[in-house]
């Protein structure tokens, strides 16, 4: 007897119940459906995530003070003023794997503009600082090196600010804005560029290093220069690893950072920040997937259910097909292509539901989603091994059945 | 050597902690082309009987030969294969697929045979011809009369040209009218050859049969030659 034959009969079985096959094949596909679109809901957070490390640019590298601990209470990163710009400058004209660097002081004031206010981060950096970050003006232009050299006056808003201190239709390009009271001229507005994990990119504005230092930090050359970070950008994505061991090498030299005495600085780099914010997604994805697997197993549950049910019902069908020579395999095999059927047409469904729902998931949420061929082969080959192992049990019920009970059932 | 080969078969089932002897060493010997009815009333082991000599079921003990092959020693999926081969049942209850047409329903066995598709339908049109439904070959169980459905019953029997047609109160479910017809087909079948036996609690029924055993208490009591026919 051939396997075309038993699936004819197993169809046939699937067939006259039409109404119970196709609740039984909608737990599979509620199932399948949700672990395609949760999974693609977490790969495109995923993908987001890369975009952004890409859009930061993953060449680079950040370098912060270390922390100090009076009285054994850390201050956190950051707090030791042991950072100058002598050091960013060591770091950008020693380091060979270094093409450029950007000293950054930054605080928050409070700035002005025809009787609006708002407070902000004043970062005050170097021209460099748009190629680092890969981040640019929409609207006018950057400060220069002129402008750094002369102590201009300027200043570049992100479009956070502008929206907050200027009138809606306002060019605030050549307009006047007071920083913590002290007169700036506006050259241009950043691009729009989002949250990226620990702050706010568009809520900031940019002011020379040398005008911030002069009238609005109060140091100067006499006092160090310190800094707060050092952006730093490897001449590739290769070379970040070297810039790191070079950049540590001419820190320690220069801090005389030698055992017993730790290093006073911290080096990030951009692909570390956006690896510990990828874990966070991967423990979503992985959450997602858990659910979706949990509905899948309630599905494959059904199929066991229904098909013991089916059993029962149709004893006496199997006491006729045993009389009439069946044996044990293909009572068994019927029973089990019934149930592998229902769930491969659940998991064949399931996967394109699945599809429609991660489209429109992304068109109406307007989130990224991304359906990975590997999760609708999972998906199919899930759908096989749950039709399989939920009607094995089943099937052995129906297949030991005595001939005579079975027949004498109503 | 004849075709059925009953040896001292005995059958003990345990209901409840109390064995029950159904069978207490029975002997009997059914030829070739013999019309053998088994009487007995309800509970006489007449069923058990039934269901040893069509491999339904194992003897506890004793030795049944089948076509010159011993069968009690056979496993489950053996014996399936015996019924298939051998054996042809007509039940009481037609026992038909309600959702099969009758064609279906008759091709069944040899489905599980084995047999090509083109020759399983080839042979279950010829059958159902057999049996005068050759124009009903289309219609499911409830679009036919009781009469009818047995019709499809013994053709099914017959598909896979058994040696022993099994037919256990065939005869039942059915008005006097339409009982004497099927009568009359297995009368048939019997002068075309085949062996066939029935097993009823009904004398009229049973007198149509050359030979008669009666069956009490696990013991048959009588075993003679049908004076009527």
């Known amino acids: 007897m051939g396997f075309t034959e038993l699936v004819a009969i197993a169809w046939q079985g699937i067939i006259d119940n039409r109404m119970r096959s196709m609740l039984t094949v909608l737990g599979i596909i509620i199932g399948i459906a949700s672990v395609i679109v949760l999974l693609a809901i977490g790969q495109g957070a995923k993908l987001e995530t890369q975009k952004q490390i890409q859009s930061l640019g993953s060449n680079l590298i950040y370098i912060r003070p270390g922390s100090v601990s009076p009285s054994s209470v850390s201050l956190g990163q950051g707090s030791a003023a042991t950072l100058t710009y002598a050091d960013s400058v060591a770091v950008g004209t020693i380091c060979p794997a270094v093409s450029d660097v950007a000293a950054v002081y930054n605080s928050m004031f409070q700035v002005q503009h025809s009787g609006m206010n708002t407070s902000t981060s004043i970062v005050a950096t170097e021209p460099a600082y748009c190629d680092i970050r890969n981040f640019h003006t929409v609207k006018g232009r950057f400060f220069t090196q002129a402008d750094c050299d002369s102590y201009a006056r300027v200043c570049v808003m992100g479009d956070g600010v502008v929206a907050n201190i200027f009138g809606e239709d306002e060019d605030p390009v050549g307009k006047s804005v007071l920083i913590r009271g002290e007169l700036f001229t506006v050259l241009g507005v950043m691009e729009h560029k989002g949250m990226t994990p620990y702050n706010d990119n568009d809520d900031q504005v940019f002011v020379p290093l040398t005008t911030g230092y002069n009238t609005l930090f109060g140091s100067n050359a006499a006092t160090g220069r310190i800094v707060k970070s050092i952006l730093v950008q490897a001449k590739s994505e290769d070379e970040v690893t070297q810039a790191e061991f070079q950049i540590t090498n001419v820190l320690r030299q220069r801090h005389k950072c030698m055992p017993p005495i730790g290093d006073d600085f911290v080096i990030r780099t951009q692909v570390e920040i956006m690896q510990a914010a990828q874990s966070v997604t991967e423990v979503f994805t992985l959450l997602l997937g858990t659910t979706a697997g949990i509905s899948l197993l309630v599905g494959g549950i059904g199929i066991m259910n229904i098909m013991l049910v089916s059993v029962t019902e149709r004893t006496r069908e199997i006491g006729i097909r045993k009389a009439i020579g069946a044996r044990y395999y293909q009572i068994m095999a019927q029973f089990i292509i019934e149930a592998m059927v229902l769930s491969l047409a659940g998991g064949v469904i399931g996967i394109l539901v699945g599809l429609l729902g991660a489209a429109l998931v992304g068109s109406l949420a307007k989130w990224t989603t991304e359906v990975t061929p590997l999760s609708v082969l999972l998906s199919f080959f899930v759908s096989i091994a749950i039709g399989l192992f939920f009607g094995i049990y089943p099937a052995r019920q129906a297949a030991r059945l005595d001939p005579i009970t079975a027949l004498r059932a109503e | ?229």
């Open chain 2, 1 to 229: 050597m004849a075709l059925i080969e009953f040896k001292e078969i005995t059958k003990t089932y345990i209901l409840g902690s109390e064995p029950v002897h159904a069978l207490k060493g029975v002997n009997l010997s059914i030829e070739q082309g013999e019309y053998v009815a088994i009487m007995g009333t309800s509970g006489s082991g007449k069923s058990t009987m039934m269901h040893i000599i069509g491999c339904l079921d194992k003897p506890s003990s004793g030795q049944y030969v089948l076509d010159n092959q011993a069968v009690q020693d056979l496993s489950e999926d053996d014996l399936a294969v015996v019924r298939n081969q051998a054996i042809g049942f007509i039940f009481q209850q037609f026992n038909l697929l309600p959702q099969m047409t009758a064609l279906q329903n008759v091709v069944l066995p040899l489905t599980y045979a084995g047999v090509a598709k083109a020759e399983r339908i080839s042979r279950g049109e010829e059958v159902l011809k057999q049996v005068g439904l050759g124009d009903r070959i289309g219609h499911k169980p409830t679009q036919l009369s009781g009469g009818q459905q047995q019709r499809v019953s013994i053709a099914r029997a017959l598909a896979n040209r058994p040696k022993i047609l099994l037919a256990d109160e065939p005869t039942g479910a059915l008005d006097s009218h339409t009982a004497a017809d099927i009568m009359k087909l297995i009368d048939e079948l019997v002068a075309g050859g085949m062996t066939v036996v029935v097993v009823t609690h009904d004398a009229e029924i049973a007198s149509n049969a050359r030979r008669i055993v009666r069956v009490k208490d696990g013991v048959i009591i009588s075993d003679q030659a049908n004076s009527a026919n």
